[in-house]
């Protein structure tokens, strides 16, 4: 099963990030639904502070996974075991696309996946460029839905995931 989906460029700004399974929080040592004082903190605000640490904590992963996937050696291979999953990465020009699966999950698979990806993109996109993905997003998230949904991979032939999704652009 897929954890998370990332698209980064060299610099570390990510510029895709979707999450199928929520990233695992720390909170043994930080209740969010009391305060230093002992008083409750209302029902509102600590599923906020849930929220903010939840963010949090995919930004750190994804500057971490960043860190790992930008340092490694071109020698090695594209799979590094992190944490509880395994990340499968793949740079095209200066783009890292990464995605975190299961450990037992096969890796190959997963790498073409991401090759699949680029090409859907390549093909809607016509030569798809950072650009392209930064300014026109909801695109780009739209065609990844049709690809992947929730966490396993739903559709595999590139002719059909862009039929749907120009078909849904009509809808628009």
Request: glycine share 2%; hydrophobic share 35%; charged share 25%.
């Amino acid at each position: 099963m897929i954890r998370f989906f990332l698209l980064q460029n060299r610099q570390g700004k990510t510029r895709l990030s979707k999450w199928y399974v929520p990233p695992p929080t720390n909170t043994s040592n930080n209740n969010p639904s009391s305060s230093s004082n002992g008083s409750q903190i209302p029902y509102q605000n600590a599923s906020y502070t849930t929220t903010n640490q939840t963010e949090a904590e995919k930004v750190r992963i994804e500057s971490e996974v960043h860190r790992l996937v930008t340092s490694r050696d071109k020698k090695y291979t594209n799979f590094i075991e992190y944490n509880n999953y395994k990340l499968i990465y793949r740079r095209y020009a200066g783009l890292f696309f990464t995605i975190a699966v299961d450990v037992a999950d096969n890796e190959l698979s997963y790498l073409e996946s991401i090759h699949l990806f680029v090409e859907l993109l390549d093909s809607y996109f016509a030569n798809v460029c950072e650009l392209d993905i930064v300014f026109n997003f909801n695109k780009v998230y739209s065609i990844l839905d049709e690809y992947m949904l929730a966490g396993e991979i739903e559709e595999t032939s590139k002719r059909e995931i862009l039929d749907r999704v120009k078909f849904l652009e009509k809808l628009e």
